[in-house]
Every structure is written in C-alpha cells, then in structure tokens.
C-alpha cells in the first residue's frame, strides 16, 4: 500500500518534461456544473510513478483559471493500493468526502476515473473507500469503476446528473456476432437515453476483448426519438467497415442496443442526411430496422 503525498508540481515542470507521453488530466470547473480534459504530459513509465504523477496533477488547478483541481485541500486522499492482477486502483479518502454535494461528488468521481483508466493495461478498475466503508451502489456491492461508466463530458448543476444502467452490444472479438454488456453510465440530465447509448458505443469498448460497432472518426450528427422510431444520421465515416468486420455488426450492434431502451422499437440510420441506397453486407439502410437477437453470440 502506498501514501499520497502532496507535491507540488509547476506547469513549467511538466511543459519541460521531453521524454513523457501526452495523455488528459480532467478538472471541474469553478461553478462546479462540468468537467474538462486538458492535456497532460506523462513523464512516468512505471506504474506507481504513473499513479503517483496523476494523484499530484489532481491535486493542482490548472493555468486556466476557470477550472480547479479535483483533489481539494479539504478532501484528502489519506494513501492508495494499486493490485496489478486484478488492474484495479484503490484510493483511500478521508471522512470530508462524504461532505460533498452530489453533483460535485459525482464530478470528482467521474474526473479520478476518467484520468486514472486511460492506461491501457495498467488501470481497469476504480474503488473508492472513505474513512473505512467503501463506496457502493445502489445494491450495495463496493464500486469498480471503469472508464465506459462515465461519459466524457459531465455536467449539469446540482441535480441534474443522472444515471443508468444500459445494456449494449459490441462485436465479438472473433467477429462471430454481438456480445451483450452491462453497463451503469453517469450522464447528464439534458442529454437523451438514445444519445448516451449511442455516444457509449461510439467511444468503443475500454478494452480490447471486445471491438467496436462504430467506426473510428464518425460523427453523431442528430438523434430523434418519436413514436418509437430512433433517428440516427451519422458522418461519412459511419459507412466504413472496421478491420474487414461484418457491417451488420455495426448496424446491429446500435439497432440492439437503442431497442433495449423502452420507447424505442424501431431506427433508421441516415448519412450525411440522406437515406443511403447500397446495401453493405446486405443491409439495406433504407428501411426502419428491428434488433436481431440471431447475431447475438454471448
């Protein structure tokens, strides 16, 4: 188990560290209603130095002023464990976390989460324990977070974050059909269910057991949701298949998910705008689509 200990750590330290690697650093802003990734160069390798680097950076505001840090004075972070079987961080705070709001609770969580699961193969998972209990849901199992928990940008004041449990599908890693996952998201109030579901699938799955559904660089560009009809148009980019993978995969994998939500029965994808007249894979875009349980495989 290791201690966190406070440093401080100049901007001109980190803006001259020449041999790390960029990653994002998350902060709330001074309002506390969103958080906002800033690019962070990594100057450590080993993964307590990489655990160690971001717990500081945490801990200090960044130069734009209308943000803070996320490890206040007043909220301790008293040590952590990290344990590399199970890739999980465990970070220990003290009592005045349970003094937070619910919505600046909710925006320091999201931040330490989003920062610390960036490393692939180093952090998975998230747990928090506070002055002895450990944080859990709603069922009472202690938390592990990980990063597809949580969308990238939070915001919304006080009350106005909410969250869901969601069921989506991903391709299988053998490209066989869909496999089925769980996942509670935090989000905010003014963003739809259909519009989480989708920007979940578009960030892809956190790690490389499963592959994505939505080819990389495609744009969300509109989503509608009336008489159970889900409109989705996407960019030109959605039309690309994802290293030679079924693109019923693709198509399904949102239609699945989206369908899974109560007031959605049906979705028509449009690119660009426009209805599309080709049939890729056999799929004819042009046609309102139900799920497809056949394609699930898991």
Not at 281 to 294: C, H, I, Q, S, Y
């Amino acid at each position: 188990m290791s201690e966190y200990r406070h440093l401080s750590v100049s901007q001109s330290e980190k803006d001259d560290a020449d041999t790390g690697t960029g990653y994002n650093i998350y902060y709330i802003n001074n309002d506390e209603t969103k958080i906002k990734a800033f690019a962070y160069q990594l100057s450590s390798t080993t993964e307590d130095g990489i655990i160690s680097e971001c717990m500081e950076a945490l801990a200090v505001s960044p130069d734009d002023k209308n943000y803070k840090a996320v490890i206040a004075s007043s909220v301790k972070v008293q040590q952590y464990q990290y344990d590399k079987d199970s890739r999980t961080l465990t970070l220990y705070f003290s009592q005045e976390y349970e003094q937070l709001s619910r919505t600046s609770e909710m925006l320091v969580r999201t931040a330490i989460v989003k920062t610390m699961t960036q490393f692939g193969g180093i952090i998975d998972y998230v747990s928090f324990n506070v002055d002895g209990s450990w944080l859990t849901d709603s069922n009472g199992n202690t938390l592990r977070m990980k990063n597809s928990d949580y969308v990238s940008e939070v915001s919304g004041s006080q009350g106005h974050v909410k969250e869901a449990r969601f069921c989506l599908y991903f391709a299988a890693k053998d490209g066989s059909g869909l496999v089925r996952i769980y996942q509670t998201i935090h989000y905010p109030e003014t963003e739809s269910m259909a519009e989480v579901v989708v920007r979940t699938l578009m960030q892809g799955y956190p790690s490389d057991k499963y592959k994505p559904v939505v080819s990389q660089d495609t744009l969300l560009k509109s989503v509608s949701v009336n008489d159970g009809l889900c409109q989705l148009d996407f960019s030109k980019e959605f039309l690309n298949k994802i290293d030679g993978q079924d693109f019923r995969l693709n198509v399904y994998g949102i239609v699945n998910s989206l369908t899974e939500l109560g007031d959605i029965q049906r979705v028509r994808i449009t690119v660009d705008g426009k209805l599309i007249e080709e049939e890729p894979d056999g799929v004819v875009l042009m046609n309102e689509m139900t799920a497809k349980p056949d394609l699930v495989v898991q």
